[in-house]
C-alpha cells in the first residue's frame, strides 16, 4: 500500500510501470467506489501502458478530510499525486464523478493532461435539489438505505443477479464507504458546472456512454462530446454506469482504439 499526504489528507494510491516509459493513464474513480474498480481494465490493456489509480478523498482507504469538498480539492490531489510521482504527461480517465474531477483538473493544470476519456459523465450532472435530498437522506437513514436505488442507476437488470459475485461486491464497494466522504463528494458534484470550460478544451478527448446508463444517460454524455472541439464519443452496449465493472472488455477495446489511435500521431 502506497500512501502521500496532501495538505491535512492522506491519499491512497497505486502506481504501476511508471519506470517503462510507456504512456500514463491516471484513473478518477466514480462516486461510491475505490480503485478496485479499475482492475479488469487494467488487465484487459495489458502492458501497452503505465497507470496511476487513487483513492480520491472520503474513499476507500484515503481521509475523509473536510467534508463538504470541492471539485477542484479532488483535482488537487491529483495534481499533488502526479507531481510527487514526477508523471509530466499523462491520460486522465475519469469515471462519473471523475470525469467531472478529469474537467476541472485540465482546467487547474491543461500542461499535465495528454489526452481525457471522460466516461459516463457530464460538464454538469444532476440538479442541486436531487443531490441535497440524497445528502439528506444519507444524514437521515444512513448510506445502506440508498444501495439498492443506486444499483438500479449503475447497472442493468441482466447484471444485477443474485447469482452475480461481482455484483454482490460492487454492493459491499458502495456501503462501505464512509458516509461523510459520499455526502461531501455529493455536494462537490452538486456545485460543479463545467459547461464554459470544456469548451476550451485542446487535447483529444473521448466522451463514453453506456446504453442503459441511469446516472448519465447517453443523450447527456452526447450534450458534453458537443461542447468539446474534437472529441469522440462511443457507447458501450448492454452497460449502465459503470462499465469498467459490467463490460470491462468492450470498455477497454472502445477506449483502447481510441489510444492507439492517439498514439500513432
Not at 469515471?95 to 493544470?109: D, H, K, N, P, T
Request: glycine share 10%.
Amino acid at each position: 500500500m502506497h500512501f502521500l499526504r496532501v495538505g491535512e489528507n492522506v491519499i491512497h494510491y497505486r502506481a504501476l510501470g511508471l519506470g517503462s516509459r510507456r504512456p500514463v493513464i491516471a484513473f478518477i474513480n466514480s462516486l461510491g467506489t475505490d480503485f478496485r474498480i479499475w482492475d479488469a481494465v487494467i488487465e484487459e490493456l495489458g502492458h501497452e501502458y503505465a497507470f496511476i489509480l487513487h483513492d480520491k478523498r472520503g474513499h476507500g482507504l484515503s481521509d475523509v478530510g473536510r467534508s463538504p469538498c470541492s471539485i477542484d480539492d479532488h483535482a488537487g490531489d491529483l495534481v499533488a499525486l502526479l507531481d510527487h510521482l514526477g508523471v509530466k504527461s499523462a491520460i486522465v480517465w475519469g469515471l462519473s464523478v471523475g470525469g467531472l474531477i478529469a474537467q476541472g483538473f485540465y482546467a487547474r493544470r491543461p500542461d499535465l493532461a495528454r489526452a481525457l476519456v471522460l466516461s459516463n459523465t457530464a460538464h454538469r450532472i444532476g440538479a442541486a435539489e436531487m443531490w441535497n435530498a440524497r445528502i439528506d437522506k444519507i444524514t437521515a437513514d444512513g448510506l445502506a438505505s440508498l444501495v439498492d436505488p443506486v444499483m438500479e442507476r449503475w447497472f442493468t437488470p441482466a447484471f444485477r443477479q443474485p447469482d452475480n459475485a461481482t455484483y454482490a461486491g460492487a454492493r459491499n464497494m458502495l456501503s462501505q464507504q464512509p458516509e461523510a466522504g459520499y455526502s461531501g463528494t455529493c455536494a462537490a458534484i452538486r456545485d460543479a458546472d463545467f459547461t464554459e470550460e470544456v469548451g476550451r478544451i485542446t487535447v483529444p478527448a473521448l466522451c463514453v456512454a453506456g446504453d442503459q446508463d441511469g446516472s448519465t444517460p447517453p443523450a447527456l454524455v452526447h450534450s458534453l462530446a458537443n461542447l468539446i472541439p474534437a472529441s469522440r464519443f462511443v457507447i458501450i452496449p448492454d452497460c449502465g454506469h459503470i462499465p469498467c465493472v459490467e463490460q470491462p472488455r468492450a470498455y477497454a477495446q472502445a477506449v483502447g482504439d481510441f489510444l492507439k489511435t492517439l498514439l500513432e500521431h
